[in-house]
T-cell receptor, first 113, second 113 residues
């Protein structure tokens, strides 16, 4: 499809395990964002990639969270040693430019037992 | 820090009723303001935006006016339809912040026949 694609759509894991969430942005979009939506909370910014610039990691909640973007396209968000408070919907978005319209994927719902 | 406050939902209306979803913000400076909508089973999508005071954003019959004096960006629609049932998110973006949006918690709208 032509939209932002995220996988898996649902992930259930045990506390302490590592998880990887994948985002495939719209082809040609230079900017890619990860947000998190916890129950009862607004969307929380996590990390931002823009072209070849160093990513803005200012929203990552702890050093257990990391993300990379390979070849300026696909991105992977990795959460190490998951905790129950990591349970949330993780949303990826992309845009043509740094301030262009954001296009969101449907999200990956993570449940940590 | 910057923040967005939205009225809590769910908001339940009959078809053709008038809709208002309140949104107020706190920001150091003059942000751009946005309304995003998430229809069931879909990713968030931009509904409308306003980039400076007194601007009115409009789309699909929805309107919102950027009011600097009341730090508000209330969403309105004169006659809602069942197809407007969705979750609506108010958001702000500061100049120079790329697309690092600060979102409200979202307001669920249910429109009944």
């Amino acid at each position: 499809g032509a939209g932002v694609s995220q996988s898996p759509s649902n992930k259930v894991t045990e506390k302490g395990k590592d998880v990887e969430l994948r985002c495939d942005p719209i082809s040609g979009h230079t900017a890619l964002y990860w947000y998190r939506q916890s129950l009862g909370q607004g969307l929380e910014f996590l990390i931002y990639f823009q072209g070849n610039s160093a990513p803005d990691k200012s929203g990552l909640p702890s050093d257990r969270f990391s993300a990379e973007r390979t070849g300026g396209s696909v991105s992977t968000l990795t959460i190490q040693r998951t905790q129950q408070e990591d349970s949330a919907v993780y949303l990826c978005a992309s845009s043509w430019t740094a301030t262009g319209e954001l296009f969101f994927g449907e999200g990956s719902r993570l449940t940590v037992l | 820090g910057n923040s967005v406050t939205q009225m809590e939902g769910p908001v339940t209306l009959s078809e053709e009723a008038f809709l208002t979803i309140n949104c107020t913000y706190t920001a150091t400076g003059y942000p751009s303001l946005f309304w995003y909508v998430q229809y069931p089973g879909e990713g968030l999508q931009l509904l409308l935006k306003a980039t400076k005071a007194d601007d009115k954003g409009s789309n699909k019959g929805f309107e919102a006016t950027y009011r600097k004096e009341t730090t508000s960006f209330h969403l309105e629609k004169g006659s809602v339809q069942v197809s407007d049932s969705a979750v609506y998110f108010c958001a702000l973006r500061m100049t120079g912040g790329g697309n690092k949006l600060t979102f409200g918690t979202g307001t669920q709208l249910k429109v009944e026949l």
